[in-house]
């Protein structure tokens, strides 16, 4: 069973770059693998935030692509999260998880809370 | 990319079946067969419960079910435990993803 833990800081500042990393256990990242992000702001719902496939190929929630960078490091067996240019809006809880057959989210992490304050 | 629609809350008693809704357009719900479902209890990771539109995860509960009409998809629990209290969430495919606005479900 593949295991999923996020890490990072859990404290940015307004204006600076949010940057996680998934590291993933129990399997090695196939190439075929799509991996997704997921946030959750304090009380609010889910949000998609993008995916990425190890070749290359990704897709943005278009309300963050150009803020955001997802990248899959087979060697590490890890994924990576950036979100640029970040302001209190981004504070949330941010999730790691496996797509699965049509869906972006078949295995979770158990996330990791991201405040951005001065 | 709008948030797919939810009712903010659905209630029932245990033993009872609730069917909580997920409405969105043409260009999501509509176009592609590719809901999915999430279970989220209070201070944990979402689960996935139902993708594919009425497909279960090896491990889930035969008493979660899920079809679709149109632009709308419903997740139907039946026989209700309270165990079942959670927030849940749909989530469609529509070149990208886009989740609901989520369901808080209480059982009485």
């Known amino acids: 069973q593949v295991q999923l833990q996020e890490s990072g800081p859990g404290l940015v500042k307004p204006s600076g770059t949010l940057s996680l990393t998934c590291a993933v256990s129990?399997?090695?990242?196939?190439?075929?693998?799509?991996w997704s992000w997921v946030r959750q702001s304090p009380g609010k719902g889910l949000e998609w935030i993008g995916e990425m496939q190890d070749s290359g190929s990704n897709h943005y929630n278009p309300s963050l692509k150009s803020r955001v960078t997802i990248s899959v490091d087979r060697s590490r067996n890890q994924v990576s999260l950036e979100v640029k240019s970040v302001t209190a809006a981004d504070t949330a809880m941010y999730y790691c998880a496996r797509n699965g057959d049509w869906n972006p989210a078949a295995d979770w992490g158990q996330g990791t809370l991201v405040t951005v304050s001065s | 990319q709008s948030a797919l629609t939810q009712p903010a809350s659905v209630s029932g008693s245990p033993g009872q079946s609730i069917t909580i809704s997920c409405t969105g357009t043409?260009?999501?719900?509509?176009?592609?067969?590719?809901v999915s479902w999430y279970q989220q209890h209070q201070g944990k990771a979402p689960k996935l419960l139902i993708y594919?539109?009425?497909k279960r995860p090896s491990g889930v509960s035969d008493r979660f079910s899920g079809f679709q009409s149109g632009n709308t998809a419903s997740l139907i629990i039946s026989g209700l435990q309270t165990e079942d209290e959670a927030d849940y969430y749909c989530?469609?495919?529509?070149?990208?993803?886009?989740f609901g606005t989520g369901t808080t479900v209480t059982v009485l």
């Open positions: 594919e539109v009425d």
């Open positions: 129990g399997a090695s990242i196939s190439r075929d693998d799509w």
């Open positions: 989530c469609s495919y529509a070149g990208s993803y886009v």
């Open positions: 043409s260009s999501d719900v509509g176009r592609y067969d590719r």
